[in-house]
């Protein structure tokens, strides 16, 4: 099968400083944290400008995909919908961490879109933001004004009440 985020770039090179708009959508499987996805079998979406600036590529342009995952707070099924903005260069001779390679005149996008979504995706999402959790009646999410004042404080922190920092 044919790689969609495979893209030939022999023009941009010869023809330095003339943009090229490309759009993609393919799925892209493995893009993924701790508690959030992008579904293997989804379509990730890239709207593009491609240009050549002497000997680099330059990309940049949008990218977005569908997420799913666990609420934060009640553990539920939860998802939702990315749109990250790329700006990146690939040249002969990547930088670790800061460009992308470019093999003979090609473009893997791939990598790219990759590190992007992953970037993007929600470290800690919620079903909403109401979410009560699993069990409020116990374990309140949200404690009222007024009941703040009537829970005892907490005597591990007991020493702190009497610090003061007015001289």
Avoid: K, Y
Avoid at 30 to 43: H, K, M, Q, W, Y
Wanted: charged content about 25%.
């Amino acid at each position: 099968m044919r790689n969609p985020f495979l893209i030939d770039v022999g023009e941009e090179l010869r023809h330095p400083g003339v943009r090229r708009t490309l759009a993609r959508t393919a799925p892209l499987p493995g893009v993924a944290l701790s508690t959030t996805r992008v579904p293997d079998d989804a379509d990730v979406s890239a709207e593009l400008v491609v240009e050549a600036q002497g000997a680099t590529i330059i990309v940049a342009g949008t990218v977005s995909a569908p997420w799913v995952g666990e609420c934060r707070r009640c553990l539920g099924p939860t998802e939702g919908e990315i749109t990250a903005e790329v700006h990146e260069v690939f040249e002969q001779s990547p930088t670790e961490g800061e460009t992308f390679p470019l093999v003979g005149e090609h473009v893997d996008l791939a990598p790219m879109l990759r590190e992007t979504l992953a970037l993007a995706l929600p470290l800690a999402p919620l079903c909403a933001e109401d979410c009560a959790g699993p069990d409020p009646e116990d374990h309140p999410v949200h404690v009222p004004d007024d009941d703040a004042a009537a829970r005892p404080a907490d005597p591990r922190w007991a020493a702190l009440d009497e610090l003061r920092f007015d001289a």
